[in-house]
């Protein structure tokens, strides 16, 4: 099947063609202050000076995230971070305003934090395992190597006119090469902006466009489930209504040669031509890191702006303390880099701290169901970090194809994306960990750059509650609202979940849009950032996430602006308008179901409409956002001044339409039964069918 010689036949030819160089030597930060963070600091590695702080249980350190952040987050980043220049502030932030700046004044390179300093400790550590779509072919890569690759990536952009701040797009599915890219670009203060291969073309070049990428980089084909995707296709007619990209560099992922044309240059070939060291560009804190694309509940996806410092401390942090990692362990977290969770908890959390990360290329099912208990048995495995919808998935097969496994390197169970059912949460823990692991359910987003809340840290033991994130990480200070913007003391109340005071993670803008930033997250709540999300606190003070409270819909863990899905439905001739919601499903928590009012002169070829819908969909955004259902319908229930009330189609799909609330704002109240009609008729269609 799809196989080169891999990663270690490359690192082979480079070696031969220039000469090797090993990690250079390092100096430590010039802030010899340990901050201790938790009861098991890395040893060795972050235990360089080590000065432990009086105060080291959890509930202490908590209290001094919220009495005094800045000092609590000046040591953390003094000690965690290797600096080129001290910062003179901890940070410079205004809510009220969308202001967000920390570690003002500070200089520092991520990928020397994330390579350089475990090179020369230990150049032999394993940084990356590769766990290619095929069991049984993984691959290891040294941090020696891996500051290798990133260093000859890093030539190769500038020698294709990369420079500092320049924006680049990656769009490949995880692997050593697509992770020296990321850390390649941040050597040279470049800007990456990873788009998820399941993407379309269309989606890519909208991508690429906002972002006004200089460079892409890609593959020949992806891998997946024993299926090849033909990657460089998609980019090659993204680019052609993309000016602004120069080359396109191609690595080789498989066998098949693919055509190359004028833009085109094979990145393996360029990497060999280039020295195998690339000074690190001195960057600030606040320079931009990465943007990454995420849908909201309204208008085009935004480009979520990251930056240096504040996102790795941030990322480093969590990755120790929410997942329990220490020295040593195998971090095994099974997200693709094309989103938030592979940035950092696959690349940069796990790299800063000098973990092993594994990188997983394949799926749940491949080649049979109990594939990732294979995996933690193969590579002993010792945090686990999956999504409900795969776990989902998983439960629905027999016990045997998990305990068949030896899963007793395993410590840390975790989940991420979208509430976490409690049949998936207890199978996840009671199957899978044996009820000897704990299960944390981690919240955050995009956005919030690292985990916000989840059971972990918490007291030696203490109690996790299942699918609940439950307790706020360091520094976070969560805030429930009601309709009117006020406060809910207390437990029992359920709202808005908001955030009351900064955290270094947290996003700095929207690309090209600040304005939007701010009206999208600061405006909502004056003085607080707003999630979009609704979450309940219990009589205990614990947090349970009860899901978006906007138009973006979370389909297997995979965010979805509806407003996108209508814009793609719109373009059809036949579609004068269209409103999509979220429905439930068993397996991926969400689908979009989609109302469309056609033209009348298209009513007659219905079906054949409904089809192209689709295929409009997929080839618009991505074939995870096609609708599960198509219901016609004359007109769709709106207000007075014209807007559509998804509320009252929400409860249509989802069967609820006997609740369906105050619809007395309705321009014309009728239009709610002839939907229901509608409804009804397609659900004895389908059921029939
Ligand atoms: C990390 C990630 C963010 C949205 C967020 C929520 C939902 C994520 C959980 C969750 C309940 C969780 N980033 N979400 N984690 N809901 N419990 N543990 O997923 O930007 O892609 O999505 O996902 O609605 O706002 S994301």
Not at 332 to 358: K, Q
Not at 489 to 497: D, E, H, K, N, R
Not at 543 to 559: C, F, K, L
Not at 628 to 645: A, E, N
Request: aromatic share 8%.
């Amino acid at each position: 099947m799809a196989s080169r010689g891999g990663i270690h036949a490359l690192l082979r030819t480079l070696r031969r063609t220039s000469s090797y160089a090993a990690g250079r030597e390092i100096r430590p930060g010039p802030a010899c202050v340990l901050l201790r963070l938790g009861a098991r600091a890395l040893s060795g590695d972050a235990a360089l000076c080590s000065r432990p702080l009086s105060g080291e249980t959890h509930a202490e350190l908590l209290e001094l995230s919220h009495r005094d952040p800045d000092r609590f987050w000046g040591r953390a980043a003094r000690d965690r971070l290797t600096w080129d220049r001290d910062f003179e502030r901890v940070q410079d932030c205004d809510l009220q305003q969308g202001r967000i700046r920390w570690f003002v004044g500070g200089k520092l390179n991520v990928s020397v934090n994330c390579l350089d300093v475990h090179a020369a400790r230990d150049p032999n550590r394993v940084a990356l395992i590769w766990e290619k779509d095929e069991p049984g072919t993984e691959e290891r890569v040294t941090y020696r190597e891996l500051l290798e690759m990133t260093c000859r990536i890093a030539n190769t952009l500038k020698t294709h006119g990369v420079r500092k701040g320049d924006r680049v797009a990656i769009y490949m599915p995880v692997s050593p090469v697509a992770v020296a890219a990321m850390l390649g670009c941040a050597r040279i203060g470049a800007v990456h902006t990873v788009v998820f291969a399941g993407f379309s073309s269309d989606a890519l070049a909208g991508r690429i466009q906002d972002a006004q990428c200089k460079v892409v980089i890609t593959c020949n084909q992806g891998v997946r489930g024993g299926r090849l995707i033909n990657l460089k296709a998609t980019v090659d007619a993204a680019v052609k209504s993309c000016p602004t990209v120069k080359s396109v560099l191609v690595a080789q992922r498989t066998n098949h040669s693919v055509p190359m044309g004028e833009l085109d240059t094979p990145l393996e070939e360029a990497m060999a031509r280039e020295s195998a060291e690339c000074p690190p560009e001195v960057m600030d804190s606040e320079d931009m890191l990465f943007m990454l694309y995420t849908s909201g509940s309204t208008g085009k996806p935004k480009g979520i702006v990251h930056t240096q410092a504040g996102y790795l401390l941030y990322a480093a942090l969590t990755h120790q303390h929410v997942f329990d990692y220490s020295a040593g362990d195998v971090f095994g977290c099974v997200a693709d880099i094309g989103w938030i969770t592979g940035h950092s908890y696959v690349v940069y959390g796990p790299l800063a701290n000098g973990a092993t990360s594994v990188l997983f290329e394949s799926t749940p099912v491949y080649p049979d169901p109990g594939r990732y208990w294979e995996t933690v048995q193969r590579l002993r495995i010792n945090q686990f970090y999956t999504a409900p919808t795969a776990i989902r998935l998983l439960l629905k097969y027999e016990e045997s194809w998990v305990k068949r496994y030896d899963r007793s390197s395993l410590k840390t169970l975790a989940s991420v994306g979208e509430p976490i059912n409690n049949e998936a949460w207890e199978w996840f823990y009671h199957v899978v960990g044996e009820g000897r692991c704990p299960l944390v359910d981690t919240w955050w987003q995009t956005e919030t750059g690292g985990v916000c809340i989840a059971p972990r840290p918490a007291e030696e033991g203490a109690e996790i509650r299942p699918a609940m994130a439950m307790r706020p990480f360091y520094g976070i200070q969560p805030a429930l609202m009601n309709e009117k913007g006020q406060i809910l003391p207390g437990g029992g109340v359920s709202g808005a979940l908001c955030v009351g005071q900064p955290w270094p993670g947290m996003a700095r803008s929207i690309f090209g849009d600040h304005q939007r930033f701010v009206d999208a997250y600061f405006k909502p709540y004056p003085g607080y950032y707003f999630t979009g999300d609704g979450a309940h606190r219990t009589e205990e003070g614990y947090y349970q996430i009860t899901g978006r409270m906007d138009d973006v819909i979370n389909i297997s863990g995979h965010r979805l602006g509806t407003a996108e899905v209508e814009d793609a439905l719109d373009e059809h001739p036949d579609v004068p308008e269209s409103a999509v919601v979220g429905v439930s499903h068993e397996l991926k928590g969400e689908v979009p179901f989609a109302f469309v009012v056609l033209k009348e002169s298209a009513e007659e070829n219905q079906e054949d409409v409904l089809k192209e819908l689709g295929q409009l969909v997929a080839t618009k955004i991505a074939k995870y956002a096609v609708p599960d259902h198509f219901l016609v319908v004359k007109r769709l229930p709106k207000t007075r001044s014209g807007k559509i009330m998804r509320r009252i189609l929400r409860k249509v799909a989802m069967e609820k339409a006997d609740g369906l609330g105050d619809t007395s704002t309705l321009d014309d109240p009728a239009v709610v039964s002839e939907i229901v009609q509608a409804y009804q008729r397609y659900k004895s269609r389908t059921a029939k069918a």
